[in-house]
């Protein structure tokens, strides 16, 4: 049986002969097993040398499953992790619940750093910052950028850790008063990050929020775009304010970080040090795959072959992030429109904070957009033209467009099939 296809470089995956597995991917598995007696209960592995074949055997583990089963199925006795969640030798957080119900995600104390650590290790303009103290500021949902209540205000030495702050107290930047921007905009002005990390539409947003107040962060010397995909409309936004280099920093709660690249440059590269990223054929498109990842060096809730709902396309320098499978419209022949797809097809004159393309029917569209002006009457039709199938797509400039309960944004949403 031929070998599945990696993201990862040779020299990480290994390399066999005979059909066999490499050593290093081999010696993960065994170790997923011996960690969560979930995987020996879905598919029991012979001692002897493993081939594709048995790999290709290993069930694929979706969310959904894990929703199922519950987070307890990972550990043989969850009493141990119960005493060690109070020890803080474990944490916990959920995800998001942007695709479905929020998931807990039991991780051991230590690992989101360390596997932060290792994917800043993998980009030539993060890795300087890589294991140290670094003044960085993040604006993101509340859930995904700390383990902060949402439901109290803290104040600014609470929200400060090892030169990190964590700059929002809620959910949904655009209903922040102006009142919440002074305090936010006067903390990045005290803490004089090098870098600034955050959801792209906060960025955005924060973006406006400066510029309105004249102010500048000569400090920064990288933007972390992450927690959700940009599009390039927030990447040019933000850039205007902070101009520095913008690094894409892909992942999930559950996973890690998976892929890291220079943002809208399609060289992302999968993070070898913390995960082994296969990439399955999807829908038959060349160089268009959707990712299955198999986590490195975690102990607790290893994921084997996890399908993480992610589509890429490859290119000659790397990869590009296409999105959630869910957020990708395929045509009526077959080919895929991402927002890559939307980005390019925008008139050069339009410009706006954040954007969102809504299937309304089998050929309608509505694009709305938060901007300082309207947009260009052909932008609408540009769109359209882009999407193919005869699409009629109305734009509506609004005051603000609601995220999910997530606290995500979305820049396409089409009909679900």
């Not at 072959?305 to 590009?320: A, H, L, W």
């Not at 990708?328 to 904070?353: E, T």
Request: hydrophobic share 40%; aromatic share 10%; glycine share 6%.
């Amino acid at each position: 049986m031929p070998a599945p296809v990696f993201a990862n470089l040779p020299e990480a995956l290994g390399s066999a002969s005979d059909s066999r597995l490499p050593a290093p991917l081999e010696a993960e598995i065994r170790e997923i097993y011996e960690r969560s007696p979930l995987y020996p209960e879905r598919f029991p592995l012979h001692p002897e040398p493993l081939h594709w074949a048995c790999y290709n055997g290993i069930p694929v583990l979706t969310k959904q499953e894990i929703l199922t089963r519950g987070h307890t199925a990972f550990f043989a006795d969850y009493r141990v992790i119960e005493r060690g969640l109070q020890n803080r030798e474990y944490e916990y957080e959920h995800t998001s619940g942007s695709t479905s119900q929020p998931m807990t995600v039991i991780m051991e104390d230590g690992w989101w750093n360390e596997q932060t650590r290792r994917a800043y290790l993998a980009h030539p303009l993060l890795a300087p910052y890589a294991g140290r103290p670094v003044r960085k500021a993040v604006l993101a949902p509340v859930a995904c950028s700390s383990n902060l209540c949402p439901y109290e205000d803290q104040p600014f030495p609470h929200r400060y850790f090892d030169g990190t702050v964590y700059l929002n107290l809620t959910s949904d930047p655009f209903v922040f008063p102006e009142a919440e921007w002074d305090r936010i905009v006067v903390e990045l002005q005290a803490v004089k990050p090098e870098i600034i990390e955050g959801e792209p539409v906060y960025l955005s947003l924060l973006a406006r929020a400066a510029a309105r107040r004249r102010v500048s962060v000569p400090s920064v010397k990288v933007v972390i775009l992450t927690y959700g995909k940009a599009s390039l409309q927030h990447s040019r936004r933000i850039a205007e304010v902070f101009p520095a280099p913008q690094v894409d920093l892909y992942g999930s709660t559950e996973a890690g970080y998976i892929f890291v690249g220079d943002a809208f440059q399609d060289n992302s590269r999968a993070v070898d040090a913390n995960a082994f990223v296969e990439l399955v054929p999807w829908r038959g498109a060349a160089d268009i795959f959707q990712t299955q990842v198999t986590t490195r060096s975690r102990r607790a809730m290893p994921l084997l072959r996890y399908n993480t709902g992610d589509v890429v396309r490859r290119f000659p320098m790397g990869f590009r992030i296409l999105g959630r499978e869910r957020d990708l419209h395929i045509r009526g022949d077959g080919s895929l429109v991402s927002p890559s797809d939307v980005d390019a097809a925008l008139p050069d004159s339009f410009s706006c904070w954040h954007y969102c393309l809504v299937q309304t029917g089998e050929s309608r569209w509505d694009f709305h957009y938060v901007a300082d002006h309207p947009a260009p009457k052909e932008t609408g039709p540009a769109v359209a033209r882009a999407l193919g199938d005869g699409a009629r797509v109305n734009a509506f400039r609004r005051r603000y467009l609601s995220p999910a309960s997530s606290g995500k944004f979305s820049l396409l949403k089409p009909l679900a099939k």
